[in-house]
């Protein structure tokens, strides 16, 4: 089993930045990836970004030279850096994890809205 903890999220204008963090809890030796999705309301889960434990990134396009996917070495931590923040980009962030046998993990979300 893996928990999941998500931190970071707020109010920022845009133009601005935040950083997600998301902090991994028991079997974190089984996590092939971790990454982050995102839920703006009315609208389906998408894909953000992820990282493999060896360290391969994928991002969506639409944040694609604005936002970095980081995460530590023993794999129990991933990192999100949003710079260029749109109001576009308001949702609610999911750190995911994907453990062994192809095991999904979530973490309860953390809010960010992009607003002046």
């Known amino acids: 089993q893996v928990q999941l903890v998500e931190s970071g999220g707020g109010l920022v204008q845009p133009g601005g930045s935040l950083r997600l963090s998301c902090t991994a809890s028991g079997s974190v030796f089984t996590i092939d990836s971790m990454g982050w999705y995102r839920q703006a309301p009315g609208k389906q889960r998408e894909l953000v970004a992820t990282i493999t434990r060896g360290g391969a990134t994928n991002y969506a396009d639409s944040v694609k030279g604005r936002f970095t996917v980081s995460r530590s070495d023993a794999m129990n931590t991933v990192y999100l850096q949003m710079n260029s923040l749109k109001p576009e980009d308001t949702a609610v962030y999911y750190c995911?994890?994907?453990?062994?046998?192809?095991?999904?993990?979530w973490g309860q979300g953390t809010q960010v809205t992009v607003s002046s």
């Open positions: 995911n994890a994907i453990a062994r046998y192809q095991r999904g993990y």
